[in-house]
């Protein structure tokens, strides 16, 4: 009964058993507490390997492990270790090194993991409100910083707007259905689909408020104002946390929703999902153009990321699906290698973050710079780099779907923010040297940012093995959907 549920079971024991040690040892055990936290990501990936990757319940229907549920987690679990890793030395340099960080990482990580595998409305709002509630405390993570205090506020305000209206659209869908678990909402849309009166407005007005709530957390335009100002205002290792793990948990969450319970309303929602994609898209490559604050240039090329997602969803097939599964693994290891060289940014012991700072980076450290360069070509989409191939499959997806005119534009949105990655290029390389960077990069953030550029470069010589994972991937959630 509960199989299917041990790595998350295991990842809540070793939770507390981190939280206890930390009380313990007090802020002297933070660099222990975050090993340990990296340590029980890694055995919980093990626990994953070990399941049966069939579609398996637990918890009377309200959790699902599936091929596409673990491999989003195994996403998640990478995602947390790198984000994690390249901030510990971070937090001493600051003096925030306190030992609720990695705790906390965990317990959001632990929310993650659930919302992938959420079989029924309430248990998606529980392991959402889970990720989020910890989340909310990381973003105000230094409380003696005006911005980031800022930042926590305004999260957790718009938080709680978006849990606002995502709860109205359940309770609609409850309303309307008779049900919460996702299968019974799937059968009983799907009968009303296929009768002569439809699906009642007060349904389709249900899956908006849920998409709405949902498009908060994927950072989609128009719900995404908080973006910019907490991903500055956020210490730069939450920033990036922020800008790594929680959209994978979100874009694999609404995937599921869309294609599961939603799935007999795909008309639509692809209304609604197309004029995201567009507005994300746009807005994501244009408004990053007037930004000079790097953590701000890389929360709108977030945004603009999230529309070339959702672009893929829009498609409706499985081809689109496994597309979404293939661009959020490069996005990871791309977003993850660029935040490894931001956390290095420090002058005279102080962090800087303008894009300016980054001026004669090639004179000084010009294998970060090159570094840089590979990932940032990579993001622009230019070939044989990773990222290309991201754009092409959820591109290729969505002309397989006659998507044609929104498939253009994203071609049109990728090339107009190729001019803001392009311009960070030109600072490193051709721009006044700036006083070099402090001193050594650190063991961690060298071997992270060494694996994420060799996957950024080598990902042309095998490219089959994450193309045919994503697709099996993708298939199980079809097998259940249709």
Not at 62 to 71: E, G, K, L, P, T
Not at 129 to 141: I, P
Not at 172 to 183: A, H, M, P, Q, R
Not at 235 to 259: D, G, H, N
Request: net charge neutral.
């Amino acid at each position: 009964m509960f199989g299917a549920a041990i790595p998350e079971m295991f990842l809540a024991v070793a939770g507390m058993m981190l939280l206890i040690f930390g009380v313990l040892r007090g802020n002297d055990g933070t660099r222990a507490v975050c090993w340990g936290t990296i340590g029980a990501f890694i055995v919980t990936a093990l626990f994953l390997t070990g399941l049966d990757w069939d579609r398996a319940l637990a918890f009377d229907g309200m959790f699902v492990s599936d091929r596409f549920a673990i491999f989003a987690k195994f996403l998640i679990l990478a995602g947390l270790s790198g984000a994690l890793a390249i901030s510990v030395r971070y937090l001493y340099q600051e003096r925030m090194a306190r030992f609720e960080y990695p705790v906390l990482v965990l317990f959001a990580g632990l929310g993650m993991m659930l919302m992938v595998s959420a079989n029924n409305m309430l248990s998606l709002y529980v392991a959402l409100e889970l990720q989020s509630l910890s989340l909310y405390v990381l973003a105000a993570f230094r409380r003696d910083h005006a911005r980031a205090a800022e930042a926590g506020i305004k999260y957790f305000v718009l938080g709680a707007l978006a849990s606002g209206m995502l709860l109205f659209g359940i309770s609609l869908i409850y309303g309307y259905t008779g049900s919460l678990s996702f299968d019974t909402i799937a059968a009983t849309l799907g009968e009303a689909n296929a009768s002569e009166g439809g699906i009642t407005a007060g349904a389709i007005v249900g899956m908006v408020f849920v998409l709405v709530g949902l498009a908060f957390k994927v950072s989609a335009v128009p719900f995404h104002m908080w973006t910019p100002d907490v991903y500055e205002g956020a210490p730069t290792p939450v920033t990036a946390l922020f800008a790594i793990v929680p959209k994978i948990a979100a874009m694999a969450l609404l995937t599921r929703l869309l294609f599961g319970p939603f799935g007999a309303m795909m008309p639509d929602w692809q209304q609604i999902i197309w004029i995201l994609s567009a507005a994300s898209m746009v807005v994501g490559a244009v408004a990053g153009l007037a930004q000079n604050n790097i953590k701000r240039l890389l929360a709108y090329s977030s945004i603009g990321n999230m529309g070339y997602v959702l672009l893929g969803l829009l498609a409706g097939t499985e081809e689109g699906v496994a597309a979404v599964l293939f661009y959020l693994a490069i996005y990871m290891v791309m977003t993850l290698g660029v935040f490894a060289i931001v956390l290095v940014m420090r002058r005279d012991d102080v962090a800087v973050e303008t894009i300016n700072d980054l001026a004669g980076l090639s004179r000084y450290k010009p294998a970060l710079a090159y570094a840089m360069a590979l990932l940032l070509f990579s993001m622009s989409g230019i070939p044989p780099l990773a990222g290309f191939f991201g754009k092409f499959l959820v591109f290729k997806a969505a002309v397989a779907s006659g998507f044609y005119v929104l498939a253009v534009l994203g071609v049109v949105a990728s090339v107009v923010a190729a001019f803001y990655y392009l311009r960070l290029i030109k600072v490193m390389f051709f721009d006044e040297a700036a006083d070099p960077f402090d001193g050594d990069i650190g063991a961690t953030k060298r071997l992270v940012l060494t694996v994420c550029v060799a996957l950024v470069v080598g990902f042309v010589l095998m490219p089959d093995t994450l193309v045919e994972t994503t697709r099996a991937a993708a298939s199980a959630l079809f097998g259940q959907a249709l």
